[in-house]
C-alpha cells in the first residue's frame, strides 16, 4: 500500500506540472488580446504596448511561463487584470463553494446510480431492467443548464419552495446554505447519475454472472447478502475509478450551473477569465480543478487498492 502511494505521489508531480505547462500554452496562444480587453477603450497602441510591458507579456513564451510556473509554487497567481487584486485569496474563498456542489451533485448521483444500477443488474432483461435503462438514457441526454432552467421554473417561480439563487456560506446559516444548493446540485447530479447508472448495471451484470456467485448461491448463501455484500463490493471497484473522472467532470463542468445560480464558485471565476482574457485568474482557477481531478483520482485508486488488494501486488510487480 505504501508503495502504491508514494507511485501515485511521484506520478502527480510531473502530471501538474505537464498540465501547467498545456494550459499556460494554450490560454497564451489563443487568438486576443488580454491588453485590449483590459483596456477596453483606452486600448490605444501606446497603452497595449505599455501593458504588454508591465505585465510581461512581452516576454518569449517560455521565458512568461517559468516566471509564472515560480511564482505560483510558491502560491503567487498573480493580480487580475480587471480589478488588480490578488488572484490567490480570490480563488481560495471560491473554493470551497465549488466543492461543495460539486460533492453535493456527485452524492446524488451515485445515490440514483448505484442502487438502480443494482437493481437493473439483478432484473437484467426483465421489464424492470427496459425502465431504469430507458431512464438512465433519457438522463443522459438532458443538457444540465436545461434542467437548470426548468428546476427554476418549477420549484422558485411556480411552486416556490427554493430560492432562485444565490449563497450563504454554511457558517453563517447551515440551512440557507443547503437550499440554495439543492437546484444546482440536482442539475449537476441527475445529469450525472446516467453515466455512473449504466456503468454500475454494466459492472454488476459482469459480477453476478461470475462462478464464485453462482457457486455462493448454490450453497444455500441468502441472495441479498450474496449480491449487496459480495457482488456489490466488486462492482465498486470498477465503479469508482469511473466516478473519480465523473467527479473531475462535476468539478470542472459547473461554469455555466454556477453562473445560473448566481454561485461565486471557481466555475464562476474561469467564466469571467475566459470573457476577459484575465490570464492570471483562467490559468489559476484552470490549474485548480486540474489538481482537484489528479487528487480525486488519486484518492480512488487507493480506496480501489482496499477494497481488491490484489491490484496492489499486480501494480507492484509491474
Known sequence: MWRLIATRLAAFVPTVLATSL???????????????????????????ARFEHEQGLDRPLHV???????KAVRGDFGTSFQN??????????????????AILAFLI????AVPLGALAAYHHQQRLDSVISVFATVLG?????WLATVLILILALTVKVLPAGGYVP??????????????????????????????????????????YIHTALAKGAAPNVVIWRHALQNALITFLTVGAVEFGWLFGGVVIIEDIFLLPGVGQLVLVGIINRDYPVLLASALTVTVVVLAANMVVDLVAAVLDPRQVHARSRA
Open 109 to 112: 448521483a451515485n445515490a440514483i
Open 170 to 211: 454554511f457558517a453563517e446559516n447551515p440551512a440557507k446554505n443547503v437550499s440554495l444548493f439543492i437546484m444546482p446540485a440536482l442539475s449537476l447530479g441527475l445529469v450525472s447519475s446516467a453515466l455512473l447508472l449504466r456503468v454500475m448495471r454494466a459492472k454488476m451484470i459482469e459480477v453476478l454472472s461470475s462462478d
Open 141 to 145: 441526454a438532458v443538457p444540465s443548464f
Open 64 to 70: 512568461q511561463y517559468l516566471d509564472w510556473l515560480g
Open 22 to 48: 498545456v494550459l499556460f500554452v494554450t490560454v497564451n496562444v489563443v487568438p486576443g488580446s488580454a491588453a485590449k480587453a483590459a483596456l477596453g477603450i483606452d486600448a490605444t497602441a501606446q497603452a497595449i
Open 84 to 101: 488588480h487584486l490578488p488572484v490567490g485569496p480570490e480563488l481560495v474563498s471560491r473554493l470551497p463553494v465549488t466543492l461543495e456542489l
